[in-house]
């Protein structure tokens, strides 16, 4: 009789534990989303991302990865803004858009001040678009040139290996993938995606979607296990300096 009883607390205690985890497994992307993945200027990366026919989760993901959303961030090598333009690049990006060069933004008003959100993001997406068409829609390519330049994506792409890139360059497109996901998952409401538009890149080439990392539409079931590999993805490339 004692025996049984003892089965039965064990038993118990394996079941609270298992809801426990279940439940968290579940509520916890959620929770972290709002809280350690941080969404804003939502209109203007979703305008942003349609004009160049790319996924605006992917967008917020390369900002959050930047800047974590700081308008004011500004690194150490003097890259700005809410997704890192450097002066040279900002330079060179705004004054295609006045010549009227990047045709996605006609119509668009944007001040010349690369710390201004919209001018940042509007920039920003064009230069991210121009590399995904200069790397035939490889995003991951595209993300190593956009943190370490193109010839850092064309040295990964001969090698197809990574480790010949500095450390940051390394860990860079996967930390930035691994928020592409989270936010494609948790965010989607507030980032619609009807996928790739044909358009001229910023860059001179087609703004293709990047066609390898592309997120489908998920069932409800699936959204929290998209968001712990995209967590996972994130966190290691943060804080495991490989």
Request: hydrophobic share 40%; glycine share 12%.
């Amino acid at each position: 009789m004692l025996m049984k009883k003892k089965i039965v607390q064990w038993l118990s205690v394996v079941a609270v534990v298992a809801l426990v985890g279940v439940s968290g497994y579940n509520l916890l992307p959620q929770i972290l989303a709002d809280t350690v993945y941080p969404l804003e200027f939502t209109e203007h990366i979703n305008d942003a991302a349609r004009r160049f026919g790319i996924d605006p989760a992917l967008v917020a993901g390369t900002i959050y990865g930047e800047s974590g959303f700081s308008p004011r961030a500004l690194s150490r090598a003097g890259a700005m803004g809410l997704m890192q333009l450097m002066p040279a690049t900002y330079r060179g990006l705004y004054s295609r858009y006045k010549s009227g060069v990047i045709g996605e933004l006609q119509g668009v008003d944007l001040a010349d001040d690369p710390w201004d959100p919209k001018t940042n993001i509007y920039l920003g997406t064009a230069h991210l678009a121009g590399l995904i068409g200069e790397f035939g829609g490889d995003a991951t390519a595209a993300l190593i040139a956009y943190n370490g330049g193109s010839g850092a994506a064309r040295r990964y792409l001969a090698a197809r290996d990574s480790s010949v890139l500095v450390t940051e360059t390394r860990l860079y497109a996967p930390k930035i993938l691994g928020a592409y996901e989270v936010y494609g998952s948790q965010h989607r409401d507030k980032l619609p995606y009807e996928g790739a538009v044909s358009s001229g890149g910023a860059g001179g080439g087609s703004a293709s979607a990047p066609n390898k990392v592309e997120l489908k539409v998920e069932k409800p079931s699936e959204k929290a296990s998209t968001f712990w590999k995209g967590f996972v993805k994130d966190m290691f490339a943060k804080y495991v300096k490989v």
